[in-house]
């Protein structure tokens, strides 16, 4: 493409998915059609941000993808899938699941307290309970609506929520969804918790609940659970930790952030996960004491009333947490994620503070970053584009997750064609926030 065309482009179009909610017109069509407006530019540009070609195999190391408009069939390094473990195409994490839906069939049948329960079920949950260490698990149809089930499960509104800023939407949706006072402080800084903590206490008197992230999705960052840990158990409030992108990714053989942090205690926490990251399928879980989680089976409302996972689907997780516990493709996906980061810093660019496999590469500018996510597609590079309001204004980033699966040479590669599109963009490779 002529660098005269992309910088007309540039000026002109970037994807903004906070106009939604701003339109100024409340008719409840308005802003549908203020969507598909925006949807017909990025159509006439031929940009794939938005709505996505599909893929033609499957989420592995390399991942073919058709080109919607093109027909065009590309080759691309999956450098932007949850696939921390490889687990999706893992073939013991696959053989398992065969041999489930064989047995079982492809689906549950019912909620899980009405005829939705096998032993695919109770066996996951005992599975999970070990591995975060605590007393019992319940499962759910997704890491979001496990969010929302504890949210709204446990908290009323006379109780104080308070969250780090960011934290995952489920999380926030749950809160606000609760009628609780939310307030929020600025990510991971502990004075500002402690603040917080300290000037409600009297007024919440054992009604707050800390909610954090473990590692956070758009930074790859840890939160600091020893100190948040201390201040929870000065304030007496109740600590709710959301592993998703921490389990199969920190913590001893992905055990998670209280495992990272060696951490044995469990009073007053509670984690969430999902199975839909490292552990390859769908679903999610709260672990927590069985006083809490025998509550929640009739209270999570998004479990009581929702129909329970198909048993395949958690005979995948099983599988796939033996497969994490007994190979090396943590270890892997942990040496890949070092090398990424040490490569991308060796050569200018700001990461933030990550030290996981959760890798932001900040671009800050809008406009570039719709035009760059087409062309890193383009030279076979599967990234995702992350923009406002999924994280702050001005730090809209391309976000790379590692797997086990790429390798060092897949890497120099990336690194090769990052720089030059960063070149003809014309932007600095340290883009400040
Ligand atoms: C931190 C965090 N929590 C929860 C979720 C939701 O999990 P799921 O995709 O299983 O619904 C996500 C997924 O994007 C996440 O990043």
New binding site residues.
């Given amino acids: 493409m002529n660098k005269k065309r992309q910088q007309h482009q540039m000026e002109n179009f970037k994807i903004d998915l906070t106009k939604n909610q701003k339109s100024s017109d409340f008719s409840i069509m308005g802003k549908i059609h203020d969507y598909h407006e925006m949807i017909r530019e990025h159509e006439k540009r031929g940009l794939n941000v938005l709505l996505k070609s599909p893929m033609t195999s499957a989420n592995a190391r390399e991942v073919v993808v058709k080109e919607r408009n093109s027909g065009k069939e590309i080759k691309t390094l999956m450098f932007g899938s949850?696939n921390y473990l490889g687990a999706i195409t893992h073939p013991y994490v696959i053989a398992k699941t065969l041999e489930a839906t064989q047995k079982y069939g492809i689906g549950s049948g019912g909620v899980p307290i009405l005829a939705g329960t096998t032993k695919y079920h109770t066996d996951l949950e005992k599975k999970l309970s070990e591995l975060t260490g605590f007393e019992d698990t319940m499962l759910f149809s997704?890491?979001?609506?496990?969010?929302l089930g504890i949210i709204l499960g446990i908290i009323r509104p006379q109780n104080l929520i308070i969250q780090d800023k960011l934290?995952?939407?489920?999380?926030i949706d749950g809160a606000l969804m609760s009628g609780a006072k939310m307030v929020r402080y600025r990510h991971n800084d502990m004075k500002a918790l402690e603040k917080l903590l300290a000037s409600n206490q009297e007024e919440y008197p054992n009604g707050m609940i800390v909610i954090t992230?473990?590692?956070?999705?758009?930074d790859g960052d840890i939160a600091n659970i020893p100190k948040i840990l201390e201040l929870t158990q000065k304030y007496n409030a109740i600590l709710l930790i959301?592993?998703?992108?921490a389990t199969g990714v920190i913590g001893e053989k992905g055990a998670g952030t209280l495992s990272y942090y060696g951490i044995t205690q469990r009073d007053n926490i509670i984690v969430?996960g999902?199975?839909?990251?490292a552990l390859g399928s769908?679903?999610?879980y709260i672990s927590a004491s069985k006083e809490i989680i025998d509550y929640l089976r009739i209270y999570a409302r998004s479990n009581l009333y929702s129909t329970s996972l198909p048993p395949s689907v958690c005979a995948s997780a099983f599988a796939a947490i033996e497969m994490m516990q007994t190979t090396d493709a943590l270890s892997k996906q942990q040496k890949n994620a070092a090398y990424m980061v040490q490569k991308l810093r060796e050569n200018g660019y700001n990461t933030l503070n990550t030290v996981t496999s959760v890798i932001p590469i900040i671009v800050g500018d809008e406009y570039k970053l719709t035009q760059m996510s087409k062309d890193l597609l383009d030279r076979g590079i599967y990234v995702s584009c992350i923009f406002p309001p999924a994280v702050p204004k001005n730090t809209a980033r391309i976000r790379v997750n590692m797997n086990p699966l790429v390798t060092e040479e897949d890497i120099d590669y990336f690194i090769e064609q990052l720089n030059e599109i960063f070149q003809i963009y014309q932007l600095d490779r340290f883009v400040k926030v």
């Fill in positions: 949850n997704s890491g979001f609506t496990a969010n934290n995952h939407a489920s999380l992230d473990g590692v956070f999705s758009m959301d592993e998703a992108h969430s999902t199975l839909s990251k769908i679903g999610g």
